[in-house]
Nanobody
């Protein structure tokens, strides 16, 4: 069974930093795209950042210049370095994997359980 497990969320003051990690477990060969989404109360889930196996990245306009996504393909792990955090970054952050190659076939999409990030003084 493939699982994505996030860690690193918590409470941080405005202007502070946090680093999220997401590790994939199970019989995984590779993951095409790994990314982070977030969902704030009363809002739709939105893409924050994503990275391909080749290292190509994409970011939401609201986080460009403040967040950095990276991945370790050997470990099937993705990271999100978040700097200059703002109260509006408060949300549950979800790890996402698309095109997950397993011994049983390719899974279109897998989600983590989410980790809460709260930016408040």
């Amino acid at each position: 069974q493939v699982q994505l497990v996030e860690s690193g969320g918590g409470l941080v003051q405005p202007g502070g930093s946090l680093r999220l990690s997401c590790a994939a477990s199970g019989s995984i060969g590779s993951i095409n795209v790994m990314g982070w989404y977030r969902q704030a109360p009363g809002k739709l889930r939105e893409l924050v950042a994503a990275v391909t196996g080749g290292g190509a990245t994409t970011y939401a306009d609201s986080v460009k210049g403040r967040f950095t996504i990276s991945r370790d393909n050997a470990k099937n792990t993705v990271y999100l370095e978040m700097n200059s955090l703002k109260p509006e970054d408060t949300a549950v952050y979800y790890c996402n994997g698309r095109g997950v190659v397993t011994v049983a076939g390719v899974l279109p999409e897998v989600w983590g359980q989410g980790t809460l990030v709260t930016v408040s003084s």
